[in-house]
């Protein structure tokens, strides 16, 4: 659920300021899952913006006390919630870690990067939230390999899919993020992002992705 909708409309706001958002109905964009997508949501872009970066690191880490406790540690999602992860952390006086897709074919072999104590109670940072598959595998890596105590995960962003919302209800994991689709989609049309051909075409595209056809 998002925080707060003041701070989601200015956080739709802010990433369409700086183009996180891009749109490309005639060649629509192919996500890590497979689904084609009209719309590209590209958080990392955030960090190239300080003003815009601070103010997303701080909503998103103020109400990790009040809505988890004190964690012992955050944890990034690889890729794109490794710097914003860091920064959280450091802001919370933290140590922090990021979690791989996978484990590393070489070396140490790790999937988890950084100190982890055993039983550690973590938040997990993710920079976007789309069908909550890459968040699930970093969380049970996160849990198995380091055997953390998961006490929720904070997002910039999330799509708002029925699959990703039923996948963190079945885990019983605590989802809070800063801004949703929703919000995005009627601030770009406010601001003329969009128009209402490619509102309604989106809205058509959010109620069944992996079936939309182009």
């Not at 990433?15 to 719309?39: D, H, M, R, V, Y």
């Not at 039923?166 to 885990?171: I, P, R, T, Y």
Request: proline letters at 5%; aromatic letters at 10%; one cysteine or more.
């Amino acid at each position: 659920m998002i925080l707060d909708e003041n701070t989601a409309h200015k956080t739709a706001e802010l990433l369409l300021q700086i183009n996180a958002i891009k749109l490309n109905p005639q060649e629509p964009f192919t996500w890590a899952s497979g689904i084609k997508s009209p719309i590209y949501c590209d958080n990392r872009i955030i960090l190239s913006y300080p003003s815009i970066r601070n103010y997303i690191v701080s909503e998103l880490a103020k109400p990790i006390e009040t809505l988890f406790g004190k964690p012992d540690a955050i944890a990034g999602v690889a890729t794109g919630a490794i710097g914003i992860g860091a920064i959280i952390a450091d802001y919370l006086g933290l140590p922090f870690v990021y979690v791989r897709p996978e484990p590393k074919k070489h070396g140490r072999q790790n999937q988890i990067e950084g100190k982890l104590n055993p039983h550690a109670n973590v938040v997990v940072i993710e920079d976007l939230i789309s069908t909550g598959k890459s968040s699930m595998n970093a969380i049970k890596a996160l849990k198995a390999e380091g055997k953390a105590n998961i006490k929720g995960m904070m997002a910039i962003f999330t799509y708002g899919f029925e699959e990703s919302e039923a996948l963190f209800k079945n885990e019983y994991l605590d989802v809070y993020t800063l801004g949703n689709y929703e919000i995005l989609l009627e601030k770009a049309y406010k601001t003329n992002y969009l128009n209402k051909t490619e509102l309604e075409l989106l809205k058509t595209w959010r109620k069944d992705p992996a079936n939309w056809k182009y």
